[in-house]
Structures are given as C-alpha cells and as structure tokens.
C-alpha cells in the first residue's frame, strides 16, 4: 500500500528546534514534489513548505520563511522539515502531501 508516513514531533520549548521526517512507502516519493502543512487546533489547513522532486526549489509561507528548511534525500525516499526558533503559534499537526497521499501527521507543541 502506498503511503506517507510522518515523525519527529514532540514538545518543544520556545526557541527550540525539531526535525520533522515523511518517509514514503509503496511509490517512489522521489517522482513528486512534497508539501508540508499543518493545522493548528481549531484552525483551518496551513500550507507552510514545499519542494520539488529534485530538491533543488523550494518554498516557504511567510509565518516560517528564515526559521524552516525542507530538504529530501531521495535515496531514503524520505523528505524533512527542519524548524527552528519554534513558537508557540507554531503548535499544529504537521502532514505531508505527494500525489494526492497524505500521512497521519505528527504532532508538534511548543510550550514552556
């Protein structure tokens, strides 16, 4: 069965940092540019950072332009998200999305 498979969050104090991994499973995620998104409770879907199959263009929302990166290796059919300088208003269940696929998200809270 293809499928998306997120992890890597957890609480994190303010100013801290995670790194988030969606691993593919079933298809070859490698075909696809990959999107992050992420709902916070109560809120709608943010769409918060994408990359291309190759790796080489990526883009960011300007909630976490300069304290996010997305990267892939393709090799490990894998994408990340790492963050930085967490807030809390980055508190949200973070997804990733390839070819119409979506995983069960992961969860990240930023709290003291």
């Known amino acids: 069965e293809a499928q998306l498979v997120e992890s890597g969050g957890g609480l994190v104090q303010p100013g801290g940092s995670l790194t ?6 079933g298809f070859t995620l490698s075909t696809y540019g990959v999107t992050w998104v992420r709902q916070a409770p109560g809120k709608g879907l943010e769409r918060v950072s994408g990359i291309d199959s190759g790796g080489t263009s990526t883009w ?4 976490v332009k300069g304290r996010f990166t997305t990267s892939r290796d393709n ?3 894998t994408v990340y998200l ?3 300088s967490l807030q809390p208003e ?7 999305s390839a070819d119409a ?6 969860q990240v809270t ?3």
């Open 101 to 106: 696929k979506r995983g069960q998200g992961t």
């Open 82 to 84: 790492q963050m930085n």
């Open 75 to 77: 090799a490990k059919n």
């Open 90 to 96: 980055d508190t949200a269940m973070y997804y990733c």
């Open 20 to 25: 988030l991994s969606c691993a593919a499973s």
């Open 110 to 112: 930023v709290s003291s």
């Open 60 to 63: 960011y929302s300007g909630s």
